[in-house]
């Protein structure tokens, strides 16, 4: 279980969970008076913002690392529209009602395309460190609309294979183009395939070895 920092504040409790986090740096950018920096004791000042700010800067974090639970009892409503960015050289970045196997549920994660995560299917920046390359803006698959757009979005990893989605989900490139829409999806985490996102098979011939999810 991954250990999660936790600071209660006045009126909101900030949670951040390290191993989550794909430092996309958007919070100390942001709000370097919450999340302070390189310093010796607490970095994380929940009563440093408004409530709304805070909340503001957890749905702003792509891998869902920070959370929050808000005193006044408000909850974080769940996405109008299913999506999963996908971020050039660097993971699935999923938005929606999230049911992935033996996790809580959660409404943002971030997932390994570059095979090379030690906490699969969930990434942990190896994709840096293995020089991964992969565009972020693939070509548009003409899609009709989807009947809904929302509801909950199961995510589960084959065994040595790809990440298999049930649900309504619209892929979105890095620049924000929805470039497919579907129900189901067979999206590439062993980093081979032709045609990323998408599985096209490679990870039975190039020795990707994933336990299933």
């Not at 302070?36 to 690392?65: F, K």
Request: a neutral charge.
């Amino acid at each position: 279980m991954s250990k999660i920092e936790e600071v209660v504040g006045t009126d909101v409790t900030l949670r951040f969970e390290a191993t989550r986090c794909i430092h996309s740096r958007g919070c100390v950018l942001s709000r370097p008076d919450v999340f302070v920096p390189n310093v010796a004791g607490e970095w994380i000042h929940p009563d440093a913002a408004t409530v709304d700010e805070v909340a503001e800067l957890a749905h702003n974090c792509p891998s869902g690392a920070i959370t929050y639970i808000r005193k006044d009892g408000r909850i974080e409503s769940p996405p109008i529209v299913n999506t999963v960015r996908v971020r050039e050289n660097g993971p699935l970045a999923f938005n929606a009602p999230l049911a992935i196997a033996g996790h809580e549920p959660m409404l943002r994660a971030t997932l390994c395309r570059c095979g090379q995560s030690a906490r699969k299917p969930f990434c942990d920046g190896s994709h840096t460190a293995a020089g991964f390359a992969a565009t972020g803006e693939p070509p548009t698959v003409p899609t009709d609309p989807l009947v809904n757009r929302d509801g909950v979005l199961a995510v589960s990893g084959a065994e040595n294979g790809p990440l298999l989605v049930t649900g309504n989900l619209e892929v979105v490139s890095g620049t924000g183009r929805t470039m497919k829409r579907c129900v189901k999806a067979a999206l590439c985490r062993c980093g081979g395939s032709a045609n990323k996102p998408y599985c096209d098979g490679s990870h039975k011939t190039n020795g990707f070895r994933a336990d299933p999810v």
